[in-house]
């Protein structure tokens, strides 16, 4: 996963991993984490959110594009890459969640991307750092 762009958030919350993983792997959920406008597009192949579930973002006056879950492992994990109608390149994103010893779950969640515009790569990453900063807190599993 080669890209030259990444955004990295680490999140703590007070829930533990499969609450957390059902939150996160919920598309219709990360409308407020993303500050997108989100709709279910197709459900997995074997699970409702598992691997091959792809959801359309709209972020504000730009065409909306589709994101697919490539891969989806229980309470650990969820992986996804945008499929379709996006100008960024090679965009794809992790979600990994570990439990806590006193409880809780910590969120790590790194997306890389490039832009073939120059220099917008680092814009998009900075708009993409402080929206899903500000964001995942509103994700209250």
């Known amino acids: 996963m080669a890209t030259p762009q ?33 709709r279910r597009v197709r459900d997995g192949d074997t699970t409702r959110n598992g691997a091959g579930s792809t959801r359309s973002v709209k972020v504000g006056p730009l065409p909306a594009f589709h994101e697919t879950t490539t891969l989806a492992e229980p309470d650990s994990l969820i992986e ?16 990994i969640l570990t439990p806590l ?10 997306i890389g991307f490039d ?18 900063a500000k964001g995942i807190g509103k994700l209250t599993p």
């Open 80 to 95: 996804y890459e945008i499929t379709q109608g996006s100008p960024l390149k090679g965009h794809w994103g992790r979600q």
């Open 101 to 110: 010893p006193g409880g809780g779950t910590q969120l790590d969640y790194t």
């Open 6 to 38: 990444r955004v990295h958030v680490v999140h703590t919350f007070a829930s533990d991993p499969a609450t957390v993983f059902a939150k996160l792997s919920e598309h219709e959920n990360l409308g407020p984490v993303l500050g997108a406008k989100i």
């Open 115 to 132: 832009v073939p515009v120059p220099g917008a790569a680092a814009l998009v990453g900075a708009v993409l750092q402080k929206n899903i």
